[in-house]
């Protein structure tokens, strides 16, 4: 057995470990929305967030409050940026 057969073997083993594990887990246990009409739509880390004190802003946010995502077309980093207000 080459070298290269190997790790690909050994790579799609681990995958498959890993694939399963995933399926043992029951969707949505990491987040649990308050109600059962809700639904999680998406789940997205937040860039600067360590920059611009995001962990104080934990105790201002409620559950179901809106949270208005402004487009920044002119971000000279990212044209596809958008700001969180």
Not at 6 to 18: D, I, P, R
Not at 39 to 68: D, H, M, N, R
């Amino acid at each position: 057995m080459s070298r290269r057969v190997f790790l690909q073997s050994l790579v799609a083993l681990l995958g498959g470990v890993a694939l399963s594990e995933m399926a043992q887990t029951k969707p949505n246990s990491l987040f649990k929305p308050p109600d059962a009409d809700w639904k999680i739509l998406q789940v997205s880390p937040v860039a600067g967030f360590q920059y611009y004190q995001g962990e104080a802003l934990w105790p201002q946010l409620a559950t179901g409050q809106p949270i208005p995502l402004i487009r920044e077309t002119g971000n000279p980093y990212d044209k596809r940026a958008v700001r969180i207000d």
